[in-house]
């Protein structure tokens, strides 16, 4: 009797499962290219488990699988408004900068802020226009966005190429600031963006500038969750400096005051425990 139970539950769990991977392939394709390719599909998705996790479906190969047989078009005839939306649930401020930054590093600078929702808590909604000959890949995206340990939830295609994201963003991390061990000495090149940097249970930070530079400090502190735990500026040129590290620190952002022209020669920082 329980066999049979368990059975029967399992056959609802790989229906709905089933269901709701051709309701997202259809989403992503057009209703019309979808009926279009209907045995295609069929076919390369036949393997079902693949696509599913334990949680839902699997994204990044649902989309990888599309894009390999040709059937994922984010092109358009001509340049148009696009709206994306994020919706975070944790983290807000440090996945709002990955979020940033990840746009960034995919070639997307000049967009402009439709909304953004903040629940006061930990939710997040931030929505972004821009103009652009396709949509953002949406693979490529996830894929980024998963070197952050920002796990994607659900990705839906609206009208008008309305793309909306929902982000597990609880384990959210910055993968490209550079982790200094205490007592390690790190020596910075020419700058394109602040150094930022991870620390761990460390008291005070070494900084020098190097020969030539006309660096004015300006550093600033960051708890796990990128909240600001101190800042440190001066309006003079220093060699060096000296700082103490706040508890609970985890990143570090070292800049000039008003020029990265100011540090274009590079710096060295040395943590301290």
Request: proline share 3%; charged share 25%.
């Amino acid at each position: 009797m329980i066999k049979k139970i368990l059975i029967s539950i399992f056959l609802v769990i790989s229906l709905n499962a089933n269901e709701l991977l051709n309701q997202k392939i259809e989403n992503f394709i057009g209703t019309q290219n979808y009926l279009t390719h209907k045995n295609l599909i069929n076919f390369i998705f036949k393997k079902e488990y693949q696509y599913t996790t334990v949680d839902g479906l699997n994204y990044q190969t649902i989309l990888k699988t599309l894009k390999d047989n040709g059937l994922l078009n984010l092109a358009f005839n001509n340049p148009k408004n696009i709206e994306v939306t994020f919706k975070i649930n944790s983290n807000p401020v440090k996945s709002f900068k990955i979020l940033k930054d990840t746009l960034k590093s995919l070639g997307y600078y000049y967009y402009f802020t439709k909304h953004t929702i903040y629940d006061g808590s930990e939710s997040l909604t931030w929505t972004i226009k821009l103009k652009t000959e396709a949509a953002i890949d949406p693979l490529v995206l996830s894929n980024e966005l998963f070197q952050h340990d920002c796990r994607v939830l659900d990705i839906t295609k609206g009208n008008n190429d309305k793309w909306t994201y929902e982000l597990d963003t609880t384990n959210a991390s910055l993968f490209d600031a550079t982790y200094i061990t205490n007592n390690e000495k790190v020596v910075f090149s020419k700058p394109l963006s602040p150094y930022f940097i991870r620390v761990d249970k460390a008291s005070k930070i070494y900084i020098v500038s190097r020969t030539l530079n006309r660096w004015l400090p300006y550093v600033v502190f960051y708890d796990e969750h990128l909240n600001i735990l101190k800042v440190s500026k001066e309006e003079k040129v220093y060699r060096s400096i000296t700082l103490s590290i706040p508890e609970n620190t985890k990143y570090i952002k070292i800049t000039d005051l008003y020029t990265l022209f100011n540090i274009k020669r590079g710096l060295s920082v040395l943590i301290k425990e």
